[in-house]
């Protein structure tokens, strides 16, 4: 494991822990008492879901302890002209002639599809620490890589509202 975390990532996760704990858990456990109270639990599918969501919940709460107890804490400031964690980066594809923007984030809140990037795929490690007008080698694997160009770097305010990977 070892997930490069922010203190922002870390307050989530411990957050979705205790909610896990103190209100899923107490449904869960209730849902499976419920359907328990059922009957013959051979055929009783009720009972089979309930068990089923109780050990996905108490799975998600092993796997986020497990994440915080090996995570790295690191920074996420940067240099105002830098591009680092958060920020938002407009990049010109010369080999395209097209220009997308992304923003950098941990790889826990990384989705490619609402652009955003994780710190440790290769366009955001090519990414961190670049500036403005900057031409930049994204190399893919030992034999492939591109150039992109950073055309402007934008401080982006932290959303609360970044969903932290998981069910």
Do not use: C, Q, W
Request: hydrophobic share 30%; glycine share 6%; charged share 40%.
């Amino acid at each position: 494991m070892g997930e490069k975390l922010t203190k922002s990532d870390i307050e989530k996760i411990e957050k979705e822990i205790e909610h896990r704990k103190l209100v899923v858990r107490k449904e869960a456990i209730e849902a499976v008492k419920e359907a328990r109270s059922h009957g013959d639990l051979s055929e009783n599918f009720e009972y089979y879901a309930a068990k089923k969501d109780k050990n996905i919940n108490e799975s998600r709460i092993r796997y986020l302890e497990k994440m915080l107890r090996y995570a790295k804490t690191i920074d996420d400031s940067s240099k105002k002209d830098e591009v680092g964690i958060n920020n938002t980066v407009e990049v010109f594809f010369p080999e395209d002639n097209e220009t997308e923007t992304y923003r950098l984030v941990t790889s826990i809140r990384g989705n490619s599809m609402k652009g955003l990037i994780s710190i440790e795929s290769p366009l955001g490690k090519a990414l961190i620490g670049s500036k403005v007008n900057d031409k930049v080698y994204v190399k893919i694997s030992k034999d492939y890589g591109y150039y992109i160009e950073i055309k402007k770097i934008t401080n982006t305010k932290k959303d609360d509202k970044d969903r932290i990977r998981g069910y």
